[in-house]
T-cell receptor, first 113, second 106 residues
Framework: DTGVSQNPRHKITKRGQNVTFRCDPI?????LYWYRQTLGQGPEFLTY????????KSRLLSDRFSAERPKGSFSTLEIQRTEQGDSAMYLC???????????FGQGTRLTVV | ELKVEQNPLFLSMQEGKNYTIYCNYS?????LYWYRQDPGKSLESLFV?????AVKQEGRLMASLDTKARLSTLHITAAVHDLSATYFC??????FGAGTRLTVKP
């Protein structure tokens, strides 16, 4: 068990480009969460999955953000037409069920130039 | 929409002193979590509280949950420099507060 893995760790992209991040959760965990965190702020909820079902997503994901978790294993988060305001750390976490703690990956730091 | 509020947002303490961080949330929930984040690092789980009246302790930190008041507290006893970090509470399906940035000074 290597914990939650996120790739890439860093991404620099030009404004207007699309980016995709990957999260590999702890293997037996059925819940997977995505967050965005900027300096000095708490993790901002984006979406979460139980197995392959996307159970909830923030209003932010109704536009340029989309997430998938095919087959209930790894997940991807795509941001289309990136803007400078998208620059942040994107965190993924996983847990077993709704009552256990979540384990976080090291995050993907996105810089939009 | 669930709201999670922490206070204070910033806390500077002297070593050896006691203090309490508060976490209020806006809807009924039977689960609350505390996490720690060191600068440049990801979040680390501290406590899982799953029922009214639950109390958990680890070292100099003690967390409690009052679901009727929709309030959790994180009490720090005899603070030491190593406790300097940002502490977050999370409620329900991992909705986080803004965090309390704790600095412990000698």
């Amino acid at each position: 068990d290597t914990g939650v893995s996120q790739n890439p760790r860093h991404k620099i992209t030009k404004r207007g480009q699309n980016v995709t991040f990957r999260c590999d959760p702890i293997s037996e965990h059925n819940r997977l969460y995505w967050y965005r965190q900027t300096l000095g702020q708490g993790p901002e909820f984006l979406t979460y999955f139980q197995n392959e079902a996307q159970l909830e997503k923030s209003r932010l994901l109704s536009d340029r953000f989309s997430a998938e978790r095919p087959k209930g294993s790894f997940s991807t988060l795509e941001i289309q037409r990136t803007e400078q305001g998208d620059s942040a750390m994107y965190l993924c976490a996983s847990s077993w069920g709704q009552f256990s703690e979540a384990f976080f990956g090291q995050g993907t730091r996105l810089t939009v130039v | 929409e669930l709201k999670v509020e922490q206070n204070p947002l910033f806390l500077s303490m002297q070593e050896g002193k006691n203090y309490t961080i508060y976490c209020n949330y806006s809807t009924t929930s039977d689960r609350l979590y505390w996490y720690r984040q060191d600068p440049g690092k990801s979040l680390e789980s501290l406590f899982v509280l799953l029922s009214n009246g639950a109390v958990k302790q680890e070292g100099r930190l003690m967390a409690s949950l009052d679901t009727k008041a929709r309030l959790s507290t994180l009490h720090i006893t005899a603070a030491v420099h190593d406790l300097s970090a940002t502490y977050f509470c999370a409620v329900d399906a991992m909705r986080f507060g803004a965090g309390t940035r704790l600095t412990v000074k000698p």
